[in-house]
């Protein structure tokens, strides 16, 4: 019997490591350790085994079960692992294919630039504010300190719809509109669509502009530069150089032209600056008495900055974009790239 | 306008360079949009004196000159001219110098014989146009000094942009003025007024009279008798050149050139053609014409200023002179005018007539009557010296009423409010006084000025302050960060709205279109729009047909954004666009009517094209479900129903209702409309009332119990006669469900073999729930028989 028990413990040991699959490790289980398995029958005999050899074989019977037992959980594992990498290896995927990208979409980039603008001015404080396309002249011009025989206005710059009524030469009327409608102080950024009569390579007759406006008690031309030179900075960079010299608005006194260091060129001089090294960015100033008188503010005790920029050109030098038509030409070969 | 930089120096010492200069004066307000040196591109060029002229041995148009230009033997030269003589001076480029365009000159040979140089006429040195031979020098130009400096081709002209403000600009005595302050230089006045001692009397010659002194309050004039008409000296015609101006002849010339150094406009009569020779400044009379000076006949209307003779008009004021009285080769005696015009009154007659000339242009900006004056004198001066003119003795000068200056108090403190400065009193006044102003008056806390004749811009204090600022330097003034109080008002409150909306669409994957406010009638017909869609805002004066009315619809922009993209290749588009349309006002004094809209334009494939799987065109359920989303973001519920609408196809348009108004339409383009814009694939849009949808901003969104108590589901699946709607069934199912029923899906509608004809399947899937409590099998069954029951009546559905 002894004999027999190391036979079988051969045996059992050798048909565990043969099995290939999960399958054969069972049927080798079954015929050993299972109910009428041949370690189970050895196991049931030992009883009729001489009383003086039954504690050695038991122990022994005992020992080969165990060590068949293990060597199966052992196997078992092994052959676990290999199924789950056999489906691994099957299910491997190709991840130089591309993936199913959900399509998005793109924001025109006038509208980009206008909402950054706006968000730049509104961290500052300023409120949006809009007005209609279509404006009366009082609004667009006589109220801005510019009567009808103002040179500043030009016939063939403005639409008309009819005598007293035109679009928009500018965003400047929503000042206007403001300040009739609250009091002082007021802080508002303006975004919309502007029109002239101008169509040729380097005007649309559509465009668009960004106005300003803050009124309030002491508000100096010191605060102008500085709201403007940190507009600046946030929008086309720290490093941009940014000066205010003399012009003329009939709405503002003293008035300014914001220039900044060419953002092709960095101020060395190229075609798109006209080699002077500075592009005209903005035009602003001190709000004009007389623009407070129309909007029922007292100009001794309120003072105010007031500017414009234009929205296309923004863009444009923002994007290298090298003619105002493709932004309304709405072709997507455009449009995607933004 | 071009300035030299010369002819500044007559009058102002500048100790700058060209681009220190243009800095300088950038900073002062005078833009300078650019820098010429007409003499960069010379070379090498000398004064040349001919010492012989031989003829060429193998050509007959050449001669062989020998020239002197101070360096040992003459040079031999061949040339082609033939205007010159032994003696003549010439401008020589030497070998080794170079020419205007890059071209330089080297020794070479022409025809056999060898040349040495070049000698120049005006238009090979780029000063002129004349081209009939050498450039002759004056005699006593010294041989082998530079030509260019010689001709004042040394100078520097700056393209400057004079702010409509600023009339006294217009003329380099203005700016030498504004120079003259800033630099802290003294103003010169080199030029004197003719001397006429001994000439007749004026009065006896000519007379003046103002018959409309609003419109003209001086009028001044000089007689000059005996000139010659010819061609100007060169310094002249190169200054005029240089800025820009044709040379005339030397009458003509003077004006101009008076004009660019005074800004100060002028105009010569032919004093012999004028009616008992003398001068009316009145208002035309109905019907009167003149032929101006550019040929054309302009009717006069009563409003216009005239000069007039005895007779009739002779110029219209201040804008063109006529033709018949033109200073031409045989006048003799010329009537001199220099007038200060009222702005207005020269701004009117040049719109009314249509006509923009360096007069009318400068008149309205505002003119200086003292500067009136001196370019008369200026004027008769150089009448007198160059085209040998008698000036007759004493000046007409009609000015019955001065014009008044203004006078405008500036308190010190108020600038340093006002800029954010600490600019002392002293130096504030320094700064006004240096630019003409008179002081009146000063205290401790003010000063009171009065205005030069030439500053029509200022009337008040701010006027005054920017001045200083000016000065002061815009770049001195310091930087402050502001300090804003956000103001209460909510000015634009679905700003921040549809700025989300514009990002959940991009986020939907369609791409944002931004078309012009301008349509026409054509347009908007042909996207088979009509209704009010056809009640336009029209513009008086637009610039082409298609652009002749503000858009109604956003529609044909859409439609037009489709069949440029098809065209170039893009034939799957999803696209939207956000923006305004504009309707006439129902009352006619109101603005007209301005809304928000948005579109959406689907085309193409769903999807864009992956490995993995086959492109599906879009239909009529992509742009519904577009919709649907949009509503969704909005938390907003719509209703849809079938409607008919001329720019979509019967059977697959929609119309979109939100508490039972129409905000908008949807569907298929009808196919008239694809053909009429070339497009040959199915086109799906909707077009939403924006403004309509943002009006209702439903509350804030209250929490609902999570429910504790799990869902149970049953499907259920009916026939029903094919033409009954699904979302009615849907609708009556969630009815009949009651309270336990939480939700009802279509998932499935099969028309086909497997169901008699007439009839189609609609399979639901119900979800019962309750907040409190597991629901028994009893109660669905229950409330599904109730949907059963329900969908039998209204529908005739049995149960599949
Ligand atoms: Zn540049």
Same mark, same amino acid.
């Given at each position: 019997?002894?004999?027999?028990?190391?036979?079988?413990?051969?045996?059992?040991?050798?048909?565990?490591?043969?099995?290939?699959?999960?399958?054969? &490790?069972? =049927?080798?289980?079954?015929?050993?350790?299972? #109910?009428?398995?041949?370690? *189970?029958?050895?196991?049931?005999? $030992?009883?009729?085994?001489?009383?003086?050899?039954?504690?050695?074989?038991?122990?022994?019977?005992?020992?080969?079960?165990?060590?068949?037992?293990?060597?199966?959980?052992?196997?078992?594992?092994?052959?676990?692992?290999?199924?789950?990498?056999?489906?691994?290896?099957?299910?491997?995927?190709?991840?130089?294919?591309?993936?199913?990208?959900?399509?998005?979409?793109?924001?025109?980039?006038?509208?980009?630039?206008?909402?950054?603008?706006?968000?730049?001015?509104?961290?500052?404080?300023?409120?949006?504010?809009?007005?209609?396309?279509?404006?009366?002249?009082?609004?667009?011009?006589?109220?801005?300190?510019?009567?009808?025989?103002?040179?500043?206005?030009?016939?063939?710059?403005?639409?008309?719809?009819?005598?007293?009524?035109? &679009?928009? =030469?500018?965003?400047?009327?929503?000042?206007? #509109?403001?300040?009739?409608? *609250?009091?002082?102080?007021?802080? $508002?950024?303006?975004?919309?669509?502007?029109?002239?009569?101008?169509?040729?390579?380097?005007?649309?007759?559509?465009?668009?502009?960004?106005?300003?406006?803050?009124?309030?008690?002491?508000?100096?031309?010191?605060?102008?530069?500085?709201?403007?030179?940190?507009?600046?900075?946030?929008?086309?960079?720290?490093?941009?150089?940014?000066?205010?010299?003399?012009?003329?608005?009939?709405?503002?006194?003293?008035?300014?032209?914001?220039?900044?260091?060419?953002?092709?060129?960095?101020?060395?001089?190229?075609?798109?600056?006209?080699?002077?090294?500075?592009?005209?960015?903005?035009?602003?100033?001190?709000?004009?008495?007389?623009?407070?008188?129309?909007?029922?503010?007292?100009?001794?005790?309120?003072?105010?900055?007031?500017?414009?920029?234009?929205?296309?050109?923004?863009?444009?030098?923002?994007?290298?974009?090298?003619?105002?038509?493709?932004?309304?030409?709405?072709?997507?070969?455009?449009?995607?790239?933004? | 306008?071009?300035?030299?930089?010369?002819?500044?120096?007559?009058?102002?010492?500048?100790?700058?360079?060209?681009?220190?200069?243009?800095?300088?004066?950038?900073?002062?307000?005078?833009?300078?949009?650019?820098?010429?040196?007409?003499?960069?591109?010379?070379?090498?060029?000398?004064?040349?004196?001919?010492?012989?002229?031989?003829?060429?041995?193998?050509?007959?148009?050449?001669?062989?000159?020998?020239?002197?230009?101070?360096?040992?033997?003459?040079?031999?030269?061949?040339?082609?001219?033939?205007?010159?003589?032994?003696?003549?001076?010439?401008?020589?480029?030497?070998?080794?110098?170079?020419?205007?365009?890059?071209?330089?000159?080297?020794?070479?040979?022409?025809?056999?014989?060898?040349?040495?140089?070049?000698?120049?006429?005006?238009?090979?040195?780029?000063?002129?146009?004349?081209?009939?031979?050498?450039?002759?020098?004056?005699?006593?130009?010294?041989?082998?000094?530079?030509?260019?400096?010689?001709?004042?081709?040394?100078?520097?002209?700056?393209?400057?942009?004079?702010?409509?403000?600023?009339?006294?600009?217009?003329?380099?005595?203005?700016?030498?003025?504004?120079?003259?302050?800033?630099?802290?230089?003294?103003?010169?006045?080199?030029?004197?007024?003719?001397?006429?001692?001994?000439?007749?009397?004026?009065?006896?010659?000519?007379?003046?009279?103002?018959?409309?002194?609003?419109?003209?309050?001086?009028?001044?004039?000089?007689?000059?008798?005996?000139?010659?008409?010819?061609?100007?000296?060169?310094?002249?015609?190169?200054?005029?050149?240089?800025?820009?101006?044709?040379?005339?002849?030397?009458?003509?010339?003077?004006?101009?050139?008076?004009?660019?150094?005074?800004?100060?406009?002028?105009?010569?009569?032919?004093?012999?053609?004028?009616?008992?020779?003398?001068?009316?400044?009145?208002?035309?009379?109905?019907?009167?014409?003149?032929?101006?000076?550019?040929?054309?006949?302009?009717?006069?209307?009563?409003?216009?200023?005239?000069?007039?003779?005895?007779?009739?008009?002779?110029?219209?004021?201040?804008?063109?002179?006529?033709?018949?009285?033109?200073?031409?080769?045989?006048?003799?005696?010329?009537?001199?005018?220099?007038?200060?015009?009222?702005?207005?009154?020269?701004?009117?007659?040049?719109?009314?007539?249509?006509?923009?000339?360096?007069?009318?242009?400068?008149?309205?900006?505002?003119?200086?009557?003292?500067?009136?004056?001196?370019?008369?004198?200026?004027?008769?001066?150089?009448?007198?010296?160059?085209?040998?003119?008698?000036?007759?003795?004493?000046?007409?000068?009609?000015?019955?009423?001065?014009?008044?200056?203004?006078?405008?108090?500036?308190?010190?403190?108020?600038?340093?409010?006002?800029?954010?400065?600490?600019?002392?009193?002293?130096?504030?006044?320094?700064?006004?006084?240096?630019?003409?102003?008179?002081?009146?008056?000063?205290?401790?806390?003010?000063?009171?000025?009065?205005?030069?004749?030439?500053?029509?811009?200022?009337?008040?204090?701010?006027?005054?302050?920017?001045?200083?600022?000016?000065?002061?330097?815009?770049?001195?003034?310091?930087?402050?960060?502001?300090?804003?109080?956000?103001?209460?008002?909510?000015?634009?409150?679905?700003?921040?709205?549809?700025?989300?909306?514009?990002?959940?669409?991009?986020?939907?994957?369609?791409?944002?279109?931004?078309?012009?406010?301008?349509?026409?009638?054509?347009?908007?017909?042909?996207?088979?729009?009509?209704?009010?869609?056809?009640?336009?805002?029209?513009?008086?004066?637009?610039?082409?047909?298609?652009?002749?009315?503000?858009?109604?619809?956003?529609?044909?922009?859409?439609?037009?954004?489709?069949?440029?993209?098809?065209?170039?290749?893009?034939?799957?588009?999803?696209?939207?666009?956000?923006?305004?349309?504009?309707?006439?006002?129902?009352?006619?004094?109101?603005?007209?009517?301005?809304?928000?809209?948005?579109?959406?334009?689907?085309?193409?494939?769903?999807?864009?094209?992956?490995?993995?799987?086959?492109?599906?065109?879009?239909?009529?359920?992509?742009?519904?479900?577009?919709?649907?989303?949009?509503?969704?973001?909005?938390?907003?519920?719509?209703?849809?129903?079938?409607?008919?609408?001329?720019?979509?196809?019967?059977?697959?348009?929609?119309?979109?209702?939100?508490?039972?108004?129409?905000?908008?339409?949807?569907?298929?383009?009808?196919?008239?409309?694809?053909?009429?814009?070339?497009?040959?694939?199915?086109?799906?849009?909707?077009?939403?009332?924006?403004?309509?949808?943002?009006?209702?901003?439903?509350?804030?969104?209250?929490?609902?119990?999570?429910?504790?108590?799990?869902?149970?589901?049953?499907?259920?699946?009916?026939?029903?006669?094919?033409?009954?709607?699904?979302?009615?069934?849907?609708?009556?199912?969630?009815?009949?469900?009651?309270?336990?029923?939480?939700?009802?899906?279509?998932?499935?509608?099969?028309?086909?073999?497997?169901?008699?004809?007439?009839?189609?399947?609609?399979?639901?899937?119900?979800?019962?729930?309750?907040?409190?409590?597991?629901?028994?099998?009893?109660?669905?069954?229950?409330?599904?028989?109730?949907?059963?029951?329900?969908?039998?009546?209204?529908?005739?559905?049995?149960?599949?």
């Amino acid at each position: 019997m002894r004999d027999q028990l190391e036979a079988v413990r051969g045996e059992a040991l050798r048909a565990v490591a043969d099995a290939a699959d999960l399958q054969s &490790l069972e =049927t080798a289980r079954v015929h050993y350790l299972g #109910r009428k398995g041949v370690l *189970t029958n050895i196991l049931r005999n $030992v009883s009729e085994a001489p009383e003086e050899e039954r504690p050695v074989l038991g122990k022994t019977a005992n020992e080969i079960k165990k060590a068949v037992v293990s060597a199966i959980e052992e196997r078992k594992q092994a052959l676990e692992a290999k199924v789950l990498e056999d489906q691994a290896e099957q299910d491997r995927a190709d991840l130089t294919l591309p993936g199913r990208r959900p399509s998005f979409g793109h924001k025109h980039p006038i509208s980009q630039v206008i909402e950054e603008i706006t968000d730049i001015f509104a961290g500052l404080g300023f409120r949006v504010a809009t007005g209609p396309d279509i404006e009366t002249e009082y609004y667009n011009f006589d109220s801005l300190n510019t009567p009808a025989d103002h040179p500043a206005r030009d016939l063939h710059d403005t639409f008309f719809v009819k005598p007293g009524v035109v &679009l928009r =030469t500018h965003t400047s009327p929503v000042q206007m #509109r403001v300040m009739e409608q *609250t009091a002082p102080p007021v802080a $508002v950024i303006v975004p919309g669509r502007t029109f002239r009569v101008d169509a040729d390579a380097s005007h649309s007759p559509m465009f668009h502009q960004v106005e300003g406006l803050w009124v309030d008690k002491g508000v100096t031309f010191a605060e102008l530069k500085g709201a403007l030179m940190l507009f600046s900075h946030a929008f086309f960079g720290k490093d941009t150089e940014v000066r205010f010299r003399p012009h003329y608005f009939p709405f503002t006194e003293p008035s300014a032209e914001m220039d900044i260091s060419c953002t092709v060129c960095k101020g060395q001089g190229c075609r798109v600056c006209k080699h002077l090294g500075w592009l005209e960015i903005l035009g602003c100033g001190m709000v004009h008495p007389e623009v407070f008188k129309y909007a029922n503010y007292d100009s001794e005790t309120y003072t105010g900055f007031a500017f414009g920029m234009g929205v296309d050109r923004m863009a444009m030098l923002k994007h290298s974009i090298d003619s105002i038509h493709h932004l309304y030409e709405n072709d997507v070969r455009f449009l995607e790239q933004f | 306008m071009r300035v030299s930089l010369n002819w500044l120096r007559e009058f102002v010492d500048i100790d700058l360079g060209a681009a220190e200069l243009a800095h300088h004066l950038t900073m002062l307000g005078l833009e300078i949009e650019s820098v010429h040196v007409p003499g960069e591109e010379l070379e090498n060029i000398a004064v040349g004196e001919i010492t012989s002229i031989e003829p060429h041995p193998n050509a007959d148009k050449l001669v062989v000159c020998k020239t002197d230009v101070g360096e040992g033997e003459p040079l031999q030269i061949i040339c082609g001219a033939d205007n010159m003589k032994v003696g003549d001076k010439v401008p020589t480029a030497k070998v080794g110098g170079r020419l205007p365009g890059g071209f330089d000159i080297a020794r070479r040979k022409m025809r056999g014989v060898e040349s040495h140089g070049m000698m120049c006429s005006e238009r090979e040195l780029g000063v002129g146009e004349d081209q009939g031979g050498l450039l002759i020098l004056a005699p006593d130009a010294p041989v082998g000094a530079d030509a260019v400096e010689h001709l004042g081709l040394d100078d520097v002209f700056l393209e400057i942009e004079v702010t409509p403000n600023r009339g006294d600009w217009a003329g380099v005595i203005g700016i030498a003025r504004e120079l003259s302050a800033s630099l802290g230089a003294s103003l010169r006045q080199p030029y004197r007024g003719p001397s006429t001692e001994g000439n007749p009397p004026v009065t006896g010659l000519s007379s003046v009279t103002i018959d409309a002194p609003a419109h003209c309050p001086r009028y001044l004039a000089r007689v000059a008798l005996n000139a010659a008409v010819k061609p100007a000296p060169l310094w002249m015609r190169s200054r005029l050149t240089g800025a820009g101006l044709r040379s005339i002849n030397n009458v003509v010339d003077i004006t101009n050139y008076v004009l660019l150094e005074t800004g100060h406009p002028l105009h010569a009569f032919d004093l012999d053609t004028l009616a008992e020779r003398r001068v009316v400044v009145r208002l035309a009379e109905e019907g009167e014409t003149l032929v101006t000076l550019d040929g054309e006949k302009r009717k006069l209307d009563r409003d216009t200023l005239v000069i007039a003779d005895a007779r009739e008009p002779i110029a219209v004021a201040g804008v063109m002179g006529g033709e018949p009285t033109e200073v031409g080769e045989n006048t003799r005696n010329i009537f001199l005018e220099s007038a200060y015009f009222n702005p207005k009154s020269i701004r009117r007659s040049a719109r009314a007539l249509g006509m923009a000339t360096e007069a009318s242009q400068r008149f309205q900006r505002g003119a200086d009557p003292e500067m009136a004056a001196h370019a008369l004198e200026r004027a008769a001066a150089l009448l007198h010296e160059l085209a040998g003119a008698q000036i007759a003795h004493g000046v007409l000068d009609e000015y019955p009423k001065p014009v008044e200056r203004p006078e405008v108090t500036l308190r010190y403190t108020r600038t340093n409010d006002l800029l954010g400065t600490e600019i002392p009193p002293s130096k504030q006044t320094r700064f006004i006084t240096s630019l003409g102003f008179t002081s009146l008056e000063e205290t401790s806390t003010d000063a009171r000025f009065r205005a030069p004749s030439w500053r029509h811009d200022v009337s008040q204090e701010a006027d005054l302050i920017e001045e200083i600022a000016r000065l002061y330097n815009y770049g001195e003034i310091p930087v402050a960060l502001p300090r804003v109080s956000r103001t209460e008002t909510e000015f634009a409150p679905q700003d921040r709205r549809i700025r989300r909306l514009r990002g959940f669409l991009v986020g939907l994957g369609l791409t944002e279109c931004l078309h012009m406010s301008f349509s026409s009638e054509r347009q908007t017909e042909k996207a088979g729009l009509n209704g009010r869609a056809l009640r336009f805002v029209k513009l008086l004066n637009p610039l082409s047909e298609n652009m002749a009315a503000m858009r109604t619809s956003l529609i044909p922009g859409m439609l037009g954004h489709a069949a440029h993209n098809i065209n170039h290749g893009r034939s799957t588009l999803r696209s939207f666009e956000i923006g305004p349309v504009y309707f006439p006002a129902p009352n006619e004094t109101d603005l007209p009517q301005q809304t928000q809209r948005v579109v959406f334009l689907l085309t193409g494939n769903r999807a864009d094209r992956h490995w993995s799987a086959q492109p599906a065109p879009v239909d009529i359920y992509d742009i519904k479900g577009l919709v649907e989303a949009l509503f969704a973001s909005l938390r907003l519920d719509p209703s849809v129903t079938e409607a008919r609408h001329s720019a979509y196809t019967p059977g697959q348009c929609g119309e979109v209702r939100l508490n039972d108004t129409v905000v908008g339409a949807f569907g298929r383009v009808a196919p008239h409309v694809l053909k009429a814009f070339d497009i040959e694939q199915p086109v799906y849009l909707a077009e939403l009332q924006l403004d309509a949808l943002l009006a209702h901003e439903p509350p804030a969104p209250q929490f609902q119990k999570i429910p504790a108590h799990p869902p149970s589901w049953r499907d259920l699946a009916v026939l029903a006669p094919v033409d009954t709607p699904a979302g009615a069934v849907v609708q009556a199912a969630k009815e009949a469900g009651g309270k336990i029923l939480r939700d009802v899906q279509l998932f499935d509608i099969y028309k086909g073999r497997q169901v008699p004809s007439g009839k189609k399947s609609l399979a639901l899937n119900l979800v019962f729930q309750a907040q409190d409590r597991t629901l028994t099998d009893k109660e669905t069954d229950k409330a599904f028989q109730k949907i059963l029951h329900r969908l039998h009546k209204d529908f005739g559905a049995e149960l599949r």
